[in-house]
């Protein structure tokens, strides 16, 4: 169950706020491996380089990574 009565007015991350997903204006997800931000919509990966987000569609990977792990 989510609790959603105090999530608006403390954001641990208020980059996250001005982001949404160039391609389709989605939420994005923070995520800490690789650092970067997640649109789940188009399953993209949106890297941060030197802090700061690159938020271009043809930069993104592809969500998740494969990375041959499995
Ligand atoms: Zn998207």
């Not at 169950?1 to 989605?26: F, H, W, Y």
């Not at 919509?41 to 700061?52: I, M, N, R």
Request: net charge negative.
């Amino acid at each position: 169950m989510l609790e959603s009565n105090e999530v608006s007015t403390l954001s641990q991350d208020p980059l996250i706020d001005l982001l949404a997903c160039p391609k389709c204006r989605g939420t994005l997800e923070r995520v800490e491996q690789p650092e970067g931000f997640v649109c789940k919509a188009c399953s993209l990966h949106y890297a941060v380089e030197d802090g700061l987000p690159n938020m271009l569609v043809d930069d993104a990977k592809h969500w998740p990574l494969s990375d041959g792990a499995q």
